[in-house]
């Protein structure tokens, strides 16, 4: 059914509809609405048999979900940015333990400084901790993402992250169309679990394991993350003809049969680079776009081979690993080393900077004719920077950095 | 013919036996039909007072609950002794999560069983004391205000036992362990059972593992609730507090006649029971034979530390009314 | 593709004009985005929110910074926000004060955008109870741009609020509406 509703209430109508059994709740900026909104439907009875559990930190609301997935329920929670974080060695655990939980990240930037807003940080921070990791494009997709989530988990027995952009599709009202109760019924079954805390047969759960071992479990979760490159795409095609829409999958190409110049991206963003890209297009530029749906496991050959015709490709990308440069350019560039094909990266969006359709053509234009930095940090203040630099070079007590460039750019007249 | 009652009292480390006893008051322990919950062939060390208290509490937890448990249970001794790579001594459904998580993954198994309406399986949390007054105090608190139904069980041993005796914060006064070289402060301390009952939960209680048939009893009593309880065991750690092996239990005996330790029931945040001091001693006759004190005695006796030691074992035995002097 | 961008102070109900005239152009058939400029969230504070509208899908998921249409729901922000950041010529202001354009100092925008005031939180006190003006400005909206119907933005209110409440706003909408319609024609003779 047609809605036009709040990208968050989206995603907690489609979980509703997955009938968790237990869902655990503590409040961070932006997935509040998700968990708020889950909150009153079980309140009112729209969820079966489930138990909402306010809990009190991130760490515990994913140690209860490791509790309840153990004992066989279907379980669910949200997070973003600092929860992600406070729960690090829960997420470990839930993935080293083979539990399938399923959690929403509304993608947030991670202080210090704090900041509230949209970038991929807090998931890309957690991408080697056995979490399967898939990226929303727009609302419709974060709430079919969830339904494909719990089955994929439960089947692999790991768990997966469904990552959508804070504020900028949590926050939006946009239109979906939500599937039915029938609908999402015949697309997951109910949940058989591989191991569960029964007392009609007893197991020890979480024992140590030690050199004699560790290193074939170790392999058995990274085989395991491997088998979902096959079981993704298979069930994104079940799902389409389930439901009538593509949803999900490994990667998403886009104006790519002839392709020169190819944009990787994740996420919402993927939106405003697809118009840049078509009136790019129009103007005779050979541009594609693959939009990247599943981060973890990373899509090796289903990237390479999109990736096949291009003679550059610009990864835009709104994380940054301090002391190497861009992430997901990192997987990109390992994916095309036996093609020496250049890999422009592209750091935008950080703590929510507007990433505008303007910005992005003249970036695209300039490694269109490959007179672009391999790292850039689009729209980036240059001069503002350098005159913090330059302060810190000259005093000593020189202030917290932040708080230098706050006053920098304030100092600027407004524009 | 007039009807005279008979107290049996466990003295030094042997006891009278429960074949004395009526069978109903016998412990679980001496049922042939006891289900071995932490079965044999664990790693605990010789005299580990854990070991006992755990095996005692968990097959009193299963009679009590008609063998329907579920325990989760923290990082330390408890669970590296009993779930020795590739083995498990556990013989009911058990797991382990994270140092830190154990009142919260209880919580999780308690609502999946609400969810799926298993109302009769019932579920355990254990910890050290490290993993419950530390790192788990949080999640602890937290399952507490829910009033979520688990019990936690506490095995105090009073350090980080495992990872070589480090200072906790249930690490007396005067302790020495491989964090406190010099003998640990005399700080605020950390009193689990006190705040666990001003949270005002159905039941807390504490028990040592010299009363095993108290900690049965307490065991069973707990079950007898819904929501949130504790209990907080005293068990010594030959390893940890230096005194010989067979000395465990006589070390937790010592522990409540000298008033270092009270032995309580507590319902819904008032204390309801006490059970007290038989003979009492001076707190010297428990910290003597333990070398984590043994700076307290030598080269010189240390009389300030003992005093106010003994203070604090005073202030026990009035506040909880632990003599009848 | 129609964009507006509605400005306000926070607690004025900003955010949820946005969203409400999202839902009144989806119940017309058509695809809409309403998102707010994502800031901490304090009374008083100047508050953004965007909505664009299109007869498909909108991909674009930058900030409104040609809008087609401006409400100002709180004209103290005239001269502190440049509010008409981007507005493209011939688009659409409307403000909520029961003051002119000319009164506010805003007389040079007259000839260059298509513009009205109306009373909107004083319509909301009438009919409302407060002086949240959001959805009144919306009916007034209406009659001034033409792009959505009043029906629609009633059907919208409905559905964001309940009881009477909803029905208060309705009104303060219908009043509003009928307002700048009758300025339009004003300004017609």
């Not at chain 2, 095993?212 to 309880?229: I, P, T």
Request: net charge neutral; glycine share 8%.
């Amino acid at each position: 059914m047609l809605k036009q509703i709040e990208g968050s209430r989206a995603v907690a109508e489609a979980v509703a509809l997955c009938r968790p059994e237990v869902i655990c709740a503590y409040p961070i900026s932006p997935q509040t609405h998700i968990v708020e909104a889950l909150g009153e439907l079980v309140a009112a009875g729209d969820i079966g048999r489930c138990e909402f559990i306010n809990v009190e930190s991130e760490f515990a609301a994913m140690s209860v979900a490791i509790g309840a997935s153990a004992a066989g329920a279907r379980a669910y929670t949200a997070t973003a940015s600092q929860g992600l974080l406070f729960m690090a060695e829960a997420l470990f655990n839930a993935a080293g333990l083979g539990l399938p939980i399923v959690m929403t990240v509304a993608n947030r930037a991670i202080g210090a400084p704090i900041n509230i807003w949209n970038d991929h940080t807090d998931s890309m921070s957690q991408r080697d901790c056995g979490w399967i990791q898939l990226f929303a494009e727009t609302n419709q997709e974060a709430l079919d993402l969830h339904i494909q989530a719990f089955r994929l988990a439960e089947e692999l027995s790991l768990p997966v992250m469904v990552c959508m952009d804070g504020f900028i599709l949590t926050h939006a009202y946009e239109r979906v169309d939500m599937p039915s109760q029938a609908q999402v019924d015949a697309f997951l079954p109910k949940f058989e679990p591989r191991q569960v805390l029964d007392p009609a047969e007893p197991v020890s759960i979480g024992a140590m394991v030690g050199p004699e071992a560790f290193t074939e479990v170790r392999y058995l979760a990274h085989a395991k993350q491997m088998q979902a490159l096959s079981l993704i795409p298979a069930w994104a095609s079940e799902f389409h003809y389930a439901f009538g829409r593509a949803a999900g999958g490994l990667v998403r190409p886009y104006a790519l049969e002839d392709a020169q110049t190819v944009i990787v991206a994740l996420g919402s963003v993927l939106g405003t680079v697809k118009d840049a890209v078509d009136e790019m297009r129009a103007n005779g530029e050979k541009i594609g776009v693959l939009g990247i749906s599943c981060f973890r496991p990373w899509p090796f050959e289903a990237v390479a081979h999109a990736l096949g015709g291009a003679k550059r490709v610009v990864v835009l990308e709104k994380s940054l690993a301090v002391g190497v440069g861009g992430i997901v350019s990192t997987n990109v560039r390992t994916t095309l080393a036996p093609r020496p094909v250049p890999v422009y990266d592209v750091i935008a969006g950080l703590g929510g900077r507007p990433i505008t359709k303007a910005s992005l053509q003249k970036v695209f234009a300039d490694a269109v004719r490959d007179e672009l930095n391999l790292t850039t940090f689009l729209d980036l203040d240059a001069a503002l920077v350098e005159r913090v630099l330059e302060n810190e070079r000259q005093v000593r007590r020189s202030g917290p950095l932040p708080e230098n460039v706050l006053k920098e750019r304030h100092a600027v007249p407004a524009r | 013919m007039p009807f005279q009652p008979v107290k049996y009292y466990q003295t030094g480390t042997f006891t009278v036996g429960n074949r004395l006893l009526p069978p109903e008051t016998r412990s679980v322990q001496a049922n042939m039909r006891r289900t071995n919950s932490l079965n044999s062939g664990h790693r605990a060390c010789q005299g580990c007072g854990e070991a006992l208290g755990a095996r005692y509490a968990i097959d009193a937890a299963m009679e009590a609950t008609n063998r329907q448990l579920v325990a989760a249970n923290a990082t330390g001794c408890l669970e590296v002794f009993s779930t020795p790579y590739p083995e498990t001594s556990w013989q009911i459904p058990w797991i382990h999560s994270l140092f830190g998580n154990t009142a919260a993954v209880a919580t999780g198994i308690a609502a999946a069983m609400k969810a799926k309406g298993k109302h009769e399986t019932r579920v355990i949390a254990q910890g050290g004391d490290g993993g419950t007054t530390d790192i788990g105090f949080g999640c602890l608190s937290g399952m507490f205000e829910r009033n979520d139904d688990v019990l936690y069980i506490c095995y105090d041993n009073e350090a980080y036992m495992n990872t070589g005796v480090q200072r906790s914060s249930a690490t007396p006064p005067a302790a020495r362990t491989a964090t406190t070289t010099t003998g640990n402060a005399f700080g605020q301390g950390k009193n689990v059972p006190l705040i666990a009952m001003a949270h005002g939960i159905p039941y807390v209680a504490t028990a040592t593992i010299a009363e095993l048939h108290d900690l049965e009893a307490k065991v069973r009593r707990a079950m007898q609730f819904r929501g949130a309880r504790y209990l907080h065991v005293f068990v010594s750690c030959p390893l940890g507090w230096g005194h010989a092996s067979d000395q465990s239990v006589r070390m937790a005996r010592l522990a409540k006649e000298t008033g270092i330790f009270p032995v309580f029931e507590a319902e819904h945040g008032e204390v309801v029971s006490v059970s007290k001091i038989r003979k009492r001693l001076p707190v010297e006759e428990y910290l003597k034979p333990q070398r984590r004190f043994a700076h307290l005695f030598s080269p010189q006796k240390n009389l300030e530390a003992i005093a106010r030691i003994q203070a604090m074992a005073d202030r026990n035995i009035k506040r909880y009314r632990l003599t009848d002097a | 593709m129609f964009q507006v961008r509605i400005h306000g102070r926070g607690g004025q109900g900003v955010v949820t004009a946005a969203e409400m005239l999202s839902i009144a152009a989806f119940r017309e058939g058509k695809h809409a985005q309403a998102f707010p400029s994502f800031g901490s969230e304090r009374t008083g504070a100047p508050v953004v929110a965007y909505c664009r509208i299109d007869e498909k899908e909108i991909r674009l998921r930058e900030p409104v910074m040609q809008p087609d249409a401006l409400i100002i729901q709180d004209p103290t922000l005239l001269h502190q926000v440049d509010v008409f950041a981007g507005l493209a010529p011939g688009g659409t202001i409307l403000i909520n004060t029961s003051r002119s354009f000319e009164q506010l100092g805003l007389k040079e925008l007259i000839h260059r955008f298509r513009t009205c005031t109306v009373p909107a939180s004083e319509l909301a006190l009438k009919h409302v109870g407060r002086p949240l003006p959001n959805a009144a400005l919306l009916g007034g909206f209406c009659a001034l741009s033409e792009s959505i119907s009043l029906d629609a933005v009633v059907a919208a209110i409905r559905e964001k609020f309940s009881g009477r409440v909803a029905e208060g706003n309705a009104a303060a909408a219908a009043a509003a509406h009928q307002h700048v319609a009758k300025e339009i024609h004003a300004e017609a003779d």
